[in-house]
Nanobody, 123 residues
Framework: QVQLVESGGGLVQAGGSLRLSCAGS????????MGWFRQAPGKEREFVAG???????IHADFVKGRFTISRDNAKNTVYLQMNSLKPEDTAVYYC?????????????????WGQGTQVTVSS
C-alpha cells in the first residue's frame, strides 16, 4: 500500500518557523516529482512548492524567500522548511507525489496524496 504521511504541523506565532516532513512508503519516490499544496478554509487547494527527482525546485510567488522544499531520496522523504510565517499561511498542508519526474504545479498531475497536516499561524 502506497502511503504519504505528513508531520511537523502545529501552531506557531507570526514570524516563526516550522519544518514539514512527508515520508513515503509502499514504493520508492526517488524518481518522482514531489510537491506541497495547501488549502485554507473556504479556499481552493493551491500549489506551494515542487521538486523534481534530481532536486530542481519551484516555489509559488507567495512563499519565495520564505519556504524551501527539499528531499532526501535515501529516506524517501520530502521536506518543506517554512520561515517568516504569516497568518495567511494558515492552512492544511498536503504532500503529493507524481508519476512523472519533472516538477509540476498542477494538482491533477499528482497521483498520491497524504492526509494533510494543519499549520496555524497566530498574529
Amino acid at each position: 500500500q502506497v502511503q504519504l504521511v505528513e508531520s511537523g504541523g502545529g501552531l506557531v506565532q507570526a514570524g516563526g518557523s516550522l519544518r514539514l516532513s512527508c515520508a513515503g512508503s509502499g514504493r520508492t519516490f526517488s524518481r518522482s516529482a514531489m510537491g506541497w499544496f495547501r488549502q485554507a478554509p473556504g479556499k481552493e487547494r493551491e500549489f506551494v512548492a515542487g521538486i523534481n527527482w534530481s532536486g530542481g525546485s519551484i516555489h509559488a510567488d507567495f512563499v519565495k524567500g520564505r519556504f524551501t522544499i527539499s528531499r532526501d531520496n535515501a529516506k524517501n522523504t520530502v521536506y518543506l522548511q517554512m520561515n517568516s510565517l504569516k497568518p495567511e499561511d494558515t492552512a492544511v498542508y498536503y504532500c503529493a507525489a507524481s508519476s512523472i519526474m519533472s516538477v509540476t504545479t498542477r494538482s491533477r498531475n499528482y497521483d498520491y496524496w497524504g492526509q494533510g497536516t494543519q499549520v496555524t499561524v497566530s498574529s
